[in-house]
């Protein structure tokens, strides 16, 4: 079956690894995935879930005739750098950005996750509500730094379960990033253990293994990552056998 080809819709602002950001004019940006099928729905009812709680996301628009609905998001465009860009620039500004990182996911978290967003995989493994809302992808290159304050962007993999899940996946994307140079990377190392200790070390812990896991079976995960994950996830095994 040969695979549609659509026309950019305007000057492109951004790609990630599933989709790319275009300007469109008149303040707003269109996210186009590459592939087809995705739940793009599901996607625009999160975010405008979530902004309806208090929590700073870009604003989403009803999409007009000609986009696709199944590849396409119509958003605000914001203005602004990522956390991670502002830290490479400033890097003395890691402590902070890492804290307000940890704060941002509390927010988050501190939801409880309406029927809708709870899947089996995601859901508490007790028959108690622990339900929080789950970003599932958030690290600092999915926080905005605007001068209204900070956005939450991409909120393609949320959902709800146990918000110690998603500390611990945020962990360990930190933890596993390729990121080249040395200071970057022994600047991330840092940022990881002041992550871990503002979130809380033991809820962390109690679901590394399982984030882990989440990641080895994202597809969108690089195989030197899919490695450093690996290697993370026999460590934290081992210091459990040994506790």
Known sequence: MTELVVPPPGPLLASGR???????????????????????????????????QGIRVPAVFELGPHHLPDRDILMERIDGITML?????????????VRLLA?????????????????????????RRDDSVLHLDLHPMNVMLTDEGPVIIDWTNAAGGPAGFDAALTYVE????????????????????IFKRARGASEIDAFTVAACDHRLADPGTTPGEREAVAVLRAKTLARQAEA
Request: aromatic content about 10%; proline content about 4%; hydrophobic content about 40%.
């Open 18 to 52: 599933a989709a790319d950001v275009y300007d469109v004019g008149d303040g707003q940006v269109l996210r186009r995935y590459r592939g087809s099928g995705q739940n793009t729905a599901y996607e625009t009812r999160v975010m405008r879930f979530v902004a309806e």
């Open 85 to 97: 860009d502002d830290f490479e620039a400033r890097p003395w500004k890691l402590f902070s950005h």
């Open 103 to 127: 704060r941002l996911q509390r927010d988050v978290n501190a939801l409880v996750a309406p029927n809708w967003m709870v899947t089996p995989s995601t859901a508490a493994p007790t028959k």
């Open 174 to 193: 930190m933890a596993t990033f390729e990121i080249e140079g040395f200071a970057q990377q022994m600047g991330v190392r840092l940022g990881v253990e």
